[in-house]
């Protein structure tokens, strides 16, 4: 294998779109996972659930679903007295998703932020995190993820950590996105890290696709893909929230529908994004618009406002 190109790249270079899958939290608080549970625990108790999201998504169109893990890392998981089982919680999110994965397609270790802050604004070292990062990395590998996407960042050093350990620790792709939101003086973080400095920071670091998730619905998400793909020539990722939560009746939910939100994945992908899916609010139905919409082809992009709500 050894300079080959991942078969992922190679797909992005012959100039393919790639369609993400869509939110886990929100399929799983769909299908039993209590408000303020741990969702990789349903790893361990509730492996069918984890396994029919995975089934569900690529049954829905996705060329590439993400894994159950991304609170895995055992700063997270210390909130649930789980701190002990990050590996086999990670392994099991990957061997879970790859069981159900059709032939060429992908399965992706979702790698999310640590809750912590890094010394000297935290108390928590680099070395700490880093080794953190890399436990996941290492237990996601052996359960047979074809590469790593360090998601929903919002500060540069912990990114750029994650993105490291990944690329010394697996040997798949390795990708990276941080949210941003549109702010007075523009595009930033929360962190207040801009597009201009996470694009660059994330390439030097080592990610071979980058890009932004979460904190908007696709509408705005375009005007942000255009800002990117004006930084960099390189494969490009988003993921969308299916608009900004909402409370009906006591609970939340994303108000926008597959059908407000296809065409606006339709421009993106216009613009030059190569992997386009669906984060906070979305579900298989979104996906099934998605695939609509860029690719064309039969199926129905319409769902009932508010089936798919988080």
Sequence with gaps: MAG???PLLARLSAGDVLISDGATGTYLQQHGLTPGGCPEELNLSHPGVVRGMAAAYFAAGSDMVLTNSFGGNVFRLRHYDLADRAAQINLLAASLARSGAPLGRFVIGS???????????GDVSAEAVRDAFAEQAVALEAGGVDGILVET?????????????????????VMATMTFHRGVRGWATSM????????????????EVVGANCGVGAGRMVELARILRDLTDGPLLIHANAGLPEVHDGRIVYPETPEVMAPHFAEMRRIGIDILGGCCGTGPAHIRAIVHAVRGGPGDPATPRGEEGY
């Design 4 to 6: 080959l190109k991942h």
């Design 153 to 173: 960042m919002s500060a540069l050093d912990e990114a750029t950590l994650a993105v490291r350990s990944a690329r010394e620790h697996v040997t798949g792709v």
């Design 192 to 207: 207040g890290v801009t597009p201009e400095r996470a694009i660059k920071a994330l390439g030097d670091a080592g990610a």
């Design 111 to 121: 790698v999310g932020p640590t809750g912590e802050l890094l010394e000297p604004l």
